[in-house]
């Protein structure tokens, strides 16, 4: 199983990271992947910190839902700490919050299941070649029933 960072660094090119994570030090040509690095505090702050929060459940390195979100998270992130584009990275951490809420309404804790506790069974509505209805759904009720 990868970590976060193993799957931001597989889809990113290095340059950009790189530029990126050392806006200060413009010397610098490789990635610092250790960790104490800004790449993997991003990461860490995602998955421990705004991940929960906007999406609801904890991070799952196994649901590619999670991986796609996380690592859109991270690059949102880096780009705020960078201060990059006009609105200094904001506008891509919004989209990416409503990305996140997006996904906790089908995959985090605000999802209602459905469930039942009734011991009652549907029946087939054809039994053979006959069709079968419930008393309800006979012909005495037609003049209740809205027509079409």
């Known amino acids: 199983m990868a970590t976060l ?3 931001v660094q597989a889809r990113y090119p290095e340059q950009m990271l790189v530029e990126l994570t050392n806006r200060r030090d413009t010397d610098t040509s490789t990635l610092d992947t250790s960790g104490t690095g800004v790449l993997q505090t991003a990461c860490d702050d995602v998955q421990s910190g705004d ?3 906007y999406v609801q459940t904890t991070y799952d390195a196994t649901d ?3 991986v796609a979100v996380a690592v859109a998270g991270v690059l949102a992130k880096l780009k705020v700490w ?5 609105d200094g990275g904001q506008g891509e951490w919004d989209r990416w919050v ?6 906790s309404r089908v995959s985090g ?3 209602i299941l459905p469930v039942t506790t009734s011991e009652l069974t549907p029946t087939p509505e054809v039994d053979g070649d ?5 008393g309800f759904d006979q012909g005495d009720f037609d003049d209740v ?3 079409p």
């Open 64 to 66: 590619r839902r999670h």
């Open 82 to 86: 960078a201060r990059e584009g006009a």
């Open 130 to 134: 006959e069709v079968v209805r419930p």
């Open 98 to 103: 409503t990305r996140a809420q997006a996904l």
């Open 145 to 147: 029933r809205p027509g």
């Open 51 to 53: 991940f929960p929060i």
């Open 109 to 111: 804790r605000d999802r």
């Open 5 to 7: 960072i193993a799957d």
